[in-house]
């Protein structure tokens, strides 16, 4: 009867003021699985594994530990597997963290420890009482009698409680059943299933019940519910159904078999509706249902068939209780060694031993294909002449129904028992067990198996628990000196790091008739983390530069891998592109196509190879590139003109010229040899010959050097006006001026024009281009030559200014001359973000300081973000848009965050929740 890893607390007892009836049974399917009948089983106990004893206790619980992986000192074969008897203490632990419970209500032996993992929660269950904690071992709430939890009926007592946590659908589901019974007048029992779907078992309100045996609308059911103990119901559950197996006790107190309940889990996600069952009957052995984590439709439910020769047993069950058609199944029967009831287990000191239980199958979990179960056997280790209590361990490949691995892990001279199987997210095996000996005090402890080592090793063994004393209970089995212990331990995976299993089972905190119970946090993959990336040459350069970007990440428990991902504008739009898919090197050499000028985001995502993980941590760094962002034309006497070029890493720039005007296409005038395109600055329109009277725009394309071979490729522009002879507007050349000189910050609220020319009477039209990107746009009507272009919202970049012109009076019906104006605004251009302190740093440490740095805006403004560890992760805005260029964060649990400082100009025309620059980094934080 086992303890929980934290307390179900008060909002369980406000839960159980809900009617057993919340979750109502119907009727449904019946019908039975032609289970070949196997007798009763050699050796079988004649009493129900669930029994108790009126004793005051007080139950020791739960050191907490977080378990790296050991070195291998594995060996044996594949019949029996000897591991060391020395165990070694863990490598890392983290607490530990300490729970004393009360034994409340009525004391119970043995504690059949359970333990379920849940996102950020455990939940851990003995057969009086039950707990919540944090993952990181915290309490939450008080620790909760079961008794209150669930309904009681007159005259019954409650045990065997398995608790699961079942990650597939919504957001996982969290699972407890109970069996209760009586003995006298006659035996008679009760299941009750509690549900979950809060990620906080604790939270009040939470919990459903339903009865799962008997259904009182079958008196025929409920006749036999009165007359027999459904003993240690065992929960499993697939993709869609949940099945529940007990043992059948009748009086004298004999074994008649084992009884299957399939029920429909769509309707456990319904609350209200009515649950929909299904009965597939084994008329001979103990049936241990799988916990399934993955994606599967089947149900697989094990058993030991311990008959000559000896084989592992097992139904698959398909189908929904539900459907239309019900749920199917049909048994494998698949060799294995012969296994034999193992020896009750010897302690240091005292001629009282500890009761191992027989060979049945007490625990089964699937993953990926993989089917693992276990139980106790009796074996001999290598070296040893004593027959002891060894672990079976049986793992069968469900693709090709073939057992991959069958033997027992066994230690000279010491007992091993109660096995807690499961795996992680890589179907590495895990099994927690106790141990005990005459040198050696009942103890938990675990070992391990990476997946693809040799059928039938394992790694060192690892502590859990040291056991302090030898254990006498007050109540031994009649005739004997064993003592209950068991009956069952749990093993479950992490549902959010498939790096991470739970372990549970139990120990002798002192000696004495107190037992004591455990759970751990095991890994053999410890996952990637403090990444980080740097270039090789300082950020902005040229689109033409081509640096290397290396990163480096820390803590990997296997070869690293990495993958790199560019974010900016690409091809003009702004994009995420993987640039370099997960391989094993850590470096990449920006040269995708489709670049331009900006600020880009290079992230590489990092985890150990052979990861179920998109990534296990990463690094970020910004990176601009620079070029030509703004450009002017100066004319100088009317007919030569030069264009100046800047901008960040606008280095070596060269120019493009064209001319248009009345009769003439849009001609390119510069030099022919690099596609147009020249080193020059300046150009002299006199020059071009063959032009008629009439006014002419000259447009100069600027760009880096060498950044592109795309002869229409360019960074911005530049744009003036010629008159050549004899116009209508003959006073003098149209000119246009800005007040506001040009390039200027983002936020400006105006700029002011003043266009001359055509005479004292001359009008004035003004036109942008290219505004939204749609051609010209009418700012004003004909008039006067000033205007006030109102820029509050302009966002950064190039735009022309067009003005119009024409005498007083004249039919022109467009222009009789032209002026332009090239005006650029520049918002934030490139950022930078540092820490206070380096990274990685403990949690400990509290609030880091984040600062920021930024060139091109005037008046810049800084909104800090992060985003947390794990794929499911959301980005938080820690400081919003403000002038202030730092901010306090304080990481709020374990692992590699991103934080990004987005840039832009306070004022300006950049959208709310939009940047003009950022910067980017990846902080760690530990333990």
């Not at 029994?51 to 206790?57: L, T």
């Not at 309940?261 to 609350?271: A, M, S």
């Not at 304080?890 to 709310?912: D, E, H, L, N």
Request: aromatic share 12%; proline share 7%; charged share 10%.
């Amino acid at each position: 009867m086992a303890r929980l890893l934290g307390a179900l607390v008060v909002s369980f007892l406000t839960v159980t003021a809900v009617a057993p009836s919340t979750v109502a049974l119907a009727a449904g399917k019946r019908s039975e699985v032609g289970v070949s009948a196997k007798g009763v089983m050699p050796g079988a106990r004649p009493v129900p594994r669930g029994g108790f004893a009126a004793r005051g206790v007080t139950h020791q619980s739960k050191p907490w530990l977080s378990i790296q992986h050991p070195a291998t000192s594995a060996n044996g074969g594949v019949r029996v597997t000897t591991a060391s008897a020395s165990p070694q203490p863990p490598k890392e632990t983290a607490g530990p963290f300490n729970f004393l419970g009360q034994s409340v209500g009525n004391p119970y032996t043995p504690p059949d420890t359970q333990v379920a993992a849940g996102p950020g929660y455990l939940l851990e269950a003995v057969n009086d009482e039950a707990a919540v904690f944090t993952d990181a071992g915290v309490q939450v709430g008080p620790t909760l009698a079961l008794q209150s939890f669930f309904p009681l009926e007159n005259g019954f007592f409650y045990t065997d409680p398995r608790v699961a946590f079942d990650p597939i659908g919504g957001g996982g589901t969290w699972y407890i059943t109970i069996l209760e019974f009586m003995t006298t007048p006659h035996f008679a029992s009760r299941i009750y299933m509690a549900t979950s779907y809060n990620p906080n078992p604790s939270i009040t309100g939470s919990w459903t019940y339903a009865k799962i045996w008997p259904n009182p609308a079958i008196p025929a059911e409920q006749s036999v519910a009165d007359s027999q103990i459904c003993d240690q119901p065992q929960l499993g559950f697939s993709g869609l159904i949940i099945t529940i197996s007990c043992n059948n006790f009748t009086p004298p107190q004999n074994f008649t078999g084992a009884l299957t309940r399939v029920i429909d889990k769509l309707d456990l996600l319904n609350p209200g509706h009515a649950v929909v069952y299904q009965d597939l009957l084994a008329s001979g052995d103990s049936l241990s249902p799988a916990q399934s984590y993955g994606k599967t439709g089947t149900q697989y439910v094990v058993f030991n068939a311990h008959a000559t020769p000896n084989f592992a047993g097992g139904i698959a069950i398909s189908g929904r209780p539900d459907s239309a058609s019900g749920s199917s199944a049909s048994e494998f029967d698949l060799p294995i060694q012969q296994s034999t009831l193992p020896p009750a287990a010897d302690q240091p000191g005292t001629p009282e031993q500890i009761d191992s239980a027989d060979n049945r199958f007490q625990v089964a979990t699937w993953r990926n294909g993989i089917l693992w179960t276990g139980g106790d056997d009796g074996c001999k280790p290598s070296g040893d002449t004593v027959l002891r209590s060894c672990l079976r361990l049986v793992a069968v490949n469900t693709g090709t129904m073939t057992v991959q691995q069958d033997f027992d892990l066994g230690v000279n001279g010491l007992h091993l028992m109660y096995p807690g199987v499961t795996t992680d997210g890589y179907n590495d095996m895990f099994v927690s067990f106790t141990v005990s000996g005459t040198t050696q005090f009942p103890s938990l402890e675990y070992t391990s198996q990476f997946v693809g080592e040799a059928a039938g090793t394992v790694d060192g063994i690892q502590m859990i628990a040291a056991g302090q004393g030898f254990y006498t209970d007050s109540v031994p089995n009649p005739g004997t000196h064993t003592h209950r212990w068991g009956d069952y331990g749990e093993g479950t995976p992490d549902p959010v790091d498939p790096t991470e299993v739970w372990l549970a089972g139990e120990y002798v905190p002192t000696t004495g008739t107190d037992w004591g119970t455990a759970a751990a946090e095991a890994t053999l993959r410890a996952p990637c983390d403090s990444g980080s990336v740097v270039a090789d040459m300082a950020s902005p350069q040229p689109l033409t530069a081509h640096p290397t970007f290396t990163a480096t990440v820390g803590g990997c428990s296997q070869a690293p891998e990495y993958s790199f991902w560019l974010y900016g504008k690409v091809n003009g739009t702004a994009q995420w592109v993987n640039v370099q898919p997960y391989s094993a090197s850590n470096t990449y050499q920006l040269n995708y196509p489709g670049l331009s000028y900006g600020t880009y985001s290079i992230d590489v995502w990092m985890r150990n190879v052979g990861s179920a993980l998109q990534y296990e941590t990463f690094g970020l760094m910004s990176w601009v590139i620079g070029g030509c962002n703004f450009a002017t034309t100066t004319n100088t006497s009317g007919t030569t003109y030069t264009t100046a070029a800047g901008g960040v890493a606008c280095a070596t720039p060269e120019f493009k010229v064209w001319m248009v005007g009345k009769g003439l296409p849009w001609t390119v005038e510069s030099g022919t040899a690099n596609g147009g395109w020249t080193s020059s600055p300046t150009f002299d329109a006199s020059t071009v010959s063959g032009l008629a009277p009439g006014t002419y725009s000259i447009d100069v394309w600027v760009r880096e050097k060498g950044v592109s071979t795309d002869p229409t490729y360019l960074e911005t522009w530049g744009l003036s006006t010629f008159v050549k002879g004899t116009t209508a507007c003959s006073t003098s050349q149209v000119s246009l001026v800005a007040a506001q000189a040009s390039p200027h910050s983002t936020g400006l609220a105006s700029v002011d024009f003043t266009a001359a020319g055509c005479g004292a009477s001359a009008q004035y039209e003004y036109y942008l281009y290219p505004g939204a990107h749609g051609g010209y746009q009418l700012l004003r009507g004909w008039g006067a030559g000033s205007y006030s272009w109102q820029t509050a919202a302009q966002a950064a970049g190039n735009y022309s200014i067009v003005v119009w012109a024409k005498q007083a009076g004249s039919t022109t019906p467009d222009y009789d001359s032209y002026a332009l104006y090239s005006y650029e605004f520049n918002g934030a251009t490139s950022a930078t973000l540092a820490t206070n302190l380096p990274s990685p740093q403990r949690q400990s440490a509290g609030a880091i300081t984040l600062t920021a740095t930024s060139m091109g805006a005037s008046t810049p403004e800084y909104s800090f973000w992060v985003l947390g560890p794990g794929s499911s992760a959301t980005w938080v805005n820690v400081q919003p848009y403000s002038t202030a260029n730092t901010a306090m964060w304080t990481p709020p649990s374990i692992g590699t965050f991103a934080v990004v400082v987005w840039v832009r100009q306070k004022g300006g025309g950049t959208p709310a929740n939009a940047y003009e620059t950022n910067a980017m980094l990846s902080f760690s934080s530990t333990q």
